[in-house]
């Protein structure tokens, strides 16, 4: 192709983008709503009941739809097109980095540190898969630090030395005959 072909090609498609009411630095999109506007009007004019009307309305679609097909072959828009491709994976790449980055935000705080070896376990795990630690909720915790074995041998004889007190209190004269009869069994004399 010479230079004077090239020349008449490019002189022809930057009529076409005028003619269609485009700029040459539309998007390929921007340039579709173009001929589907143009394109829309010329239908309405086919269902004219003037044949004159209806035979301009057919011509018009035929030179809209050649120009589309000119600028649709030519460098420009093709070029545009990869832009456009290029520039809207560039966006789906950072809507899926974004989404990413969201979920590992998500993941980072459904997870708490293991109380022996410290290292990221998720919230709500029984055991540390590291060091194989039972791992125990808030409710066991406060449990194991107050409920030992000691401390409830401590508090079941504080308990029964108030319910004796209790019943000391109320039933004496009972509790008297008891300790005597308990003293007599086993050998302890002087009980009164």
Request: with cysteine; charged share 25%.
């Amino acid at each position: 192709m010479g230079d004077a072909e090239q020349d008449k090609e490019l002189t022809d498609v930057i009529l076409c983008y005028k003619a269609m009411g485009v700029s040459i630095d539309d998007s390929p999109a921007q340039i579709e709503r173009a001929y589907k506007l143009l394109t829309e009007d010329y239908r309405k004019n086919l269902a004219s009941p003037d044949p004159a009307v209806r035979e301009s309305a057919r011509n018009s679609m035929l030179l809209v739809s050649e120009m589309y097909d000119k600028i649709k072959g030519s460098i420009t828009y093709n070029a545009k097109a990869k832009e456009c491709m290029k520039a809207g994976m560039r966006e789906v790449e950072r809507q899926s980095t974004a989404r990413a980055a969201a979920s590992v935000k998500v993941e980072k705080s459904r997870l708490m540190n293991c109380p022996s070896c410290r290292s990221a376990i998720s919230i709500g795990s029984k055991s540390c898969p590291v060091c194989k630690t039972r791992i125990y909720t808030k409710t066991e915790q406060i449990l194991n630090q107050y409920f030992t074995k000691t401390t409830i041998i401590i508090l079941c004889l504080f308990l029964l030395i108030g319910i004796l007190a209790g019943l000391g209190i109320m039933y004496p004269a009972q509790v008297r005959a008891f300790a005597v009869s308990i003293a007599d069994s086993i050998g302890i004399g002087g009980v009164k």
